[in-house]
């Protein structure tokens, strides 16, 4: 990233109320081309308020928000993807016919678009729908399909409101290799997640939303810094003893995470651990996972949020 480039999108001041209730209170931030950046919160921190705003679907109450310096316009910002939280298209026609009709409306021809979308569906494991009218698959299928016609021209910039929501694994990963993909031609992504390892996996930058204020705002790693010091990750046997180098934040059978106290290294710890007799079978100095900052942040009632 140049010195020189400007911001692909930037709120200021950005308020946003719904009659008496202020949503988003003096947000400001900014993305970077070609950056990955993760928009983060609990529900109700006023995430997706914000990407509507940005977009043009709600009209803010104070501050400016700019899609490539000037507010968003389809017709300037045509290489934009927006995938929303809330899916939406012709749930009766077949899945090969929704996705040319949107390659089509993207200014892709009929037969490129229809090529694109078969190889797509192969990709994805579809391919034996593509006959399949829309509102025959599961949820997640649905998914892939509008993931594929949000990426099909290759947007400059993405922006992704939970994408691997209800996904296992598998296909978690599937749509993450995807996004990375994207990222790597240039594109510039906006992810809105609750999956803090997605975080740590994907993002450059993070913004924290709580209660429509910024809470952190930085690199991962910076964020990770501010909310706590060195962690390790460690698998043993036998009983993790009490200790002021140490506070126990995760334990489970034989896993344990521990924070360690200001100034303590991770070499004094192993060697206190195995002065006391516990014994170490793997042993991983790192920062406080994004995991535990969401925690810190959004405090134990949140804990359900950040797998939903």
């Known amino acids: 990233m140049g010195v020189m480039d400007s911001p692909v999108i930037e709120v200021d ?86 996705m040319t009709y949107f390659g089509q409306l993207k200014g892709m021809g009929r037969t490129e678009a229809a090529l694109w979308s078969t190889y797509y569906l192969e990709r994805v494991g579809l391919a034996s729908h593509a006959k399949t009218r829309l509102d025959k698959l599961s949820g997640g299928q649905q998914q892939k399909v509008q993931l594929g016609v949000t990426i099909m021209d290759n947007p400059k910039i993405l922006i992704l409101d939970e994408p691997t929501k209800g996904f296992d694994p598998v296909n978690r990963r599937l749509l993450l290799d995807i996004v990375e993909d994207q990222r790597r031609g240039g594109a510039t992504v906006v992810i809105i997640t609750h999956q803090m390892e997605e975080v740590e996996r994907l993002c450059d930058r993070v913004l924290l939303l709580k209660d429509g204020r910024a809470e952190a705002y930085g690199t991962v790693p910076d964020v990770q810094d501010a909310y706590g010091g060195r962690m390790v990750r460690l698998h043993h046997g036998g009983v993790l003893p009490p200790s002021p180098l140490w506070q126990v934040t995760t334990t489970e059978r034989n896993y344990a995470e521990l924070e360690l106290a200001e100034g303590v290294s991770a070499q004094q710890a192993l060697r206190a651990l195995v002065d006391a007799g516990v014994e170490v079978r793997s042993f991983d100095s790192t920062r406080t996972s994004m995991e535990q900052v969401f925690l810190k942040v959004y405090g134990h009632a949140s804990t359900e949020e950040v797998h939903a």
Do not use: C, W
């Not at 927006?82 to 749930?91: A, N, Q």
């Open 13 to 98: 001041d950005f308020i946003m109320r719904f009659g008496p209730t202020t949503v988003v209170d003096r947000l400001s931030f900014d993305v970077q081309p070609g950056e990955t950046f993760g928009l983060l919160g609990a529900n109700g921190s006023g995430k997706t308020t914000t990407i509507r705003a940005l977009l043009g679907i709600y009209t803010p109450t104070a501050g400016r928000l700019l899609v490539e310096g000037r507010p968003f316009d389809p017709a300037h910002n045509a290489s934009l993807g927006y995938l929303p939280e809330e899916r939406g298209l012709y749930k009766k026609e077949k899945v090969l016919d929704v």
